[in-house]
């Protein structure tokens, strides 16, 4: 089951929840990547393509999508590692983060683009 993340303020009340810190996907017959459903990625596969994750992943047709948020809107993207970030789809800000990089760390070096006092913070509330 995947951990359901929080990133919040330590100063005010913005906050956001995100259910996954990367998301895999599949790569279809005509190179399309589609995002494999939790739970179901199985069949969502063989729907798609006929295989089966096992077999997609022996052939180098599954990878995964880091989860990136906005520092100043806190909207939620997903990216491939061959994938270039550089603004948010949502506001343009051109300072998104990669949730995964502040998994574990108590305080970041990240101010709140809404208070500008505090430090964004990610933290595990539960489980999906």
């Known amino acids: 089951m995947p951990t359901v993340y929080s990133l919040s303020c330590t100063d005010c009340d913005n906050a956001k929840l995100f259910g996954f810190i990367q998301v895999p996907f599949m790569v279809l017959d005509d190179g399309q990547r589609r ?19 096992r077999q997609l992943r022996k052939l180098g047709r599954i990878g995964r999508r880091n989860a990136f948020t906005c520092e100043r809107c806190l909207d939620f993207q997903l990216f491939a590692d ?15 983060l990669c949730l ?15 208070c500008r006092t505090g430090s964004l913070v990610l933290a595990a509330t539960g489980r999906s």
């Open 35 to 53: 995002n494999l459903p939790h739970p179901g990625e199985d069949r969502a596969a063989k729907h798609q393509t006929g295989l089966s994750v």
């Open 82 to 96: 061959d994938e270039v970030v550089d603004s948010c789809a949502a506001c343009g800000h051109t300072t998104v």
């Open 100 to 114: 995964g990089d502040l998994v574990g760390k108590r305080e970041s070096h990240l101010k709140c683009a809404k």
